[in-house]
């Protein structure tokens, strides 16, 4: 009897020992990393931490360090989550990356507005814009690995976004970013980061703003591939164009924030026109019970064909980075959906997509 429980208590540690994790089975390939949010940040989440230290080699911070949060006002700086953040970042050591410096969503008004309400002038822009990535990236010089520096200044057509900071400053804004970023720690990989890249005109717009970087001086270390992606949008063969086409620039790509939205009503114009002639499909909710086990094999096969891609191209990607731990912190559950997007669940246990996607690194 006390020989048996031995075997078995010795089976049971030897799994545990060899349980396969991601950054193990793509440690040759690129680095595996996950976003993490507050809780996880301030240690309130035991359980998704000890699957981020488990599992995950890179950390990204779901919201910490943009602008509204590190910056709220004018003479405020507020570090005490990202300074935890990069504590724990260190102490597992992983590699830190910085989200995001120079973006439309997520910044006060106050950045582009003066006293009278309205708009400031380019050189008021442009010092406070030097203040902000001075002091953030200056912070963390040399602990931050990268730094997303401009997110999503790209619009579907390929033009540069009528955003606030192209407004005022000029097409120059993004430049001028990515020189400021580099004097506040000339050691920090700087990146651009952008989601849809993988349709074709926006790809181009983008390629021509990287190439235009390339021009005027600027290293940009690589692109971002955001990877918010659906069941059927953008196709395995999207994906490898667009990494390819940017490693021709000489530039890596990072995929940034991936995860796959499985909620029928959330497919857009992707072919789900068909599913959504069912009325209980257009609900949000639709999956609140749970996602059938037809589904789950769905999106494991979904992201087999994108982590094929991925390693495969491993030469050019340098990381792949999932947008939250468990489905229970994705943002993708916003406006009442119920979701499904990434390797683990609610409970933060691997789902069939996990088990999927090792076998693509168990070459
Ligand atoms: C999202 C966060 O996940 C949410 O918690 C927040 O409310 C809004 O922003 N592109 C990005 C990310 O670059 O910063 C966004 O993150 C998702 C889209």
Same mark, same amino acid.
């Given at each position: 009897?006390?020989?048996? #429980?031995?075997?078995?208590?010795?089976?049971?540690?030897?799994?545990?020992?060899?349980?396969?994790?991601? *950054?193990?089975?793509?440690? *040759? /390939?690129?680095?595996?990393?996950?976003? !993490?949010?507050?809780?996880?940040? !301030?240690?309130?989440?035991?359980?998704?931490?000890?699957?981020?230290?488990?599992? $995950?080699?890179?950390?990204?911070?779901?919201?910490?360090?943009? &602008?509204?949060?590190?910056?709220?006002?004018? =003479? %405020?700086?507020?570090?005490?989550?990202?300074?935890?953040?990069?504590?724990?970042?260190?102490?597992?050591?992983?590699?830190?990356?910085?989200?995001? #410096?120079?973006?439309?969503?997520? %910044?006060?008004?106050?950045?582009?507005?003066?006293?009278?309400?309205?708009?400031?002038?380019? =050189?008021?822009?442009?010092?406070?814009?030097?203040?902000?990535?001075? %002091?953030?990236?200056?912070?963390?010089?040399?602990?931050?690995?990268? &730094?997303?520096?401009?997110?999503?200044?790209?619009? =579907? /057509?390929?033009?540069?976004?009528?955003?606030?900071? @192209?407004?005022?400053?000029?097409?120059?804004?993004?430049? *001028?970013?990515?020189?400021?970023?580099?004097?506040?720690?000339?050691?920090? =990989?700087?990146?651009?980061?952008?989601?849809? @890249?993988?349709?074709?005109? *926006?790809?181009?717009?983008?390629?021509?703003?990287?190439?235009?970087?390339?021009?005027?001086?600027?290293?940009?270390?690589?692109?971002? @591939?955001?990877?918010?992606?659906?069941?059927? &949008?953008?196709?395995?063969?999207?994906?490898?164009?667009?990494? %390819?086409?940017?490693?021709? @620039?000489?530039?890596?790509?990072?995929?940034?924030?991936?995860?796959?939205?499985?909620?029928?009503?959330?497919?857009?114009?992707?072919?789900? /026109?068909?599913?959504?002639?069912?009325?209980?499909?257009?609900?949000?909710?639709?999956?609140?019970?749970? !996602?059938? /086990?037809?589904?789950?094999?769905? #999106?494991?096969?979904?992201?087999?064909?994108?982590?094929?891609?991925?390693?495969?191209?491993?030469?050019?990607?340098?990381?792949?980075? $999932?947008?939250?731990?468990?489905?229970?912190?994705? &943002?993708?559950?916003?406006?009442?959906?119920?979701?499904?997007?990434? #390797?683990?669940?609610?409970?933060?246990?691997?789902?069939?997509?996990?088990?999927?996607?090792?076998?693509?690194?168990?070459?």
């Amino acid at each position: 009897m006390l020989a048996v #429980l031995v075997a078995l208590l010795m089976a049971t540690r030897g799994a545990a020992q060899t349980q396969p994790s991601l *950054k193990e089975v793509f440690k *040759k /390939d690129f680095l595996v990393g996950a976003a !993490l949010n507050y809780p996880q940040i !301030l240690g309130l989440d035991g359980r998704g931490d000890s699957l981020v230290r488990q599992q $995950f080699n890179a950390i990204t911070p779901e919201n910490c360090l943009k &602008w509204e949060s590190v910056h709220p006002r004018p =003479e %405020t700086y507020s570090f005490e989550v990202p300074d935890k953040y990069v504590a724990f970042g260190e102490k597992n050591g992983m590699a830190i990356i910085g989200h995001t #410096l120079v973006w439309h969503h997520q %910044t006060p008004r106050w950045v582009f507005d003066s006293a009278n309400g309205k708009p400031v002038d380019r =050189e008021i822009l442009l010092r406070r814009m030097h203040d902000h990535i001075a %002091t953030v990236v200056g912070r963390y010089k040399g602990r931050i690995k990268g &730094w997303d520096v401009v997110n999503e200044a790209v619009d =579907e /057509d390929g033009s540069l976004r009528q955003s606030p900071w @192209l407004k005022i400053i000029g097409e120059d804004f993004i430049v *001028k970013a990515f020189q400021f970023a580099h004097e506040a720690d000339p050691n920090a =990989e700087l990146y651009y980061n952008d989601y849809s @890249l993988e349709n074709a005109p *926006k790809r181009k717009g983008a390629l021509a703003l990287v190439k235009k970087l390339q021009e005027s001086g600027v290293h940009v270390a690589a692109v971002g @591939l955001q990877g918010h992606y659906k069941l059927v &949008w953008p196709s395995p063969a999207q994906v490898e164009t667009t990494i %390819t086409a940017f490693a021709a @620039l000489g530039v890596k790509v990072v995929v940034t924030e991936l995860d796959i939205d499985v909620v029928p009503a959330s497919q857009g114009n992707e072919g789900a /026109d068909l599913l959504l002639n069912n009325k209980d499909m257009r609900r949000a909710d639709f999956y609140a019970a749970g !996602l059938p /086990d037809s589904m789950q094999q769905v #999106l494991a096969r979904r992201y087999t064909g994108l982590f094929a891609v991925f390693v495969r191209n491993a030469e050019a990607v340098d990381r792949v980075t $999932f947008w939250g731990v468990g489905d229970g912190n994705s &943002w993708l559950n916003s406006g009442g959906r119920v979701n499904y997007p990434l #390797l683990f669940d609610r409970k933060y246990q691997p789902k069939p997509a996990f088990d999927a996607v090792l076998k693509t690194g168990m070459k």
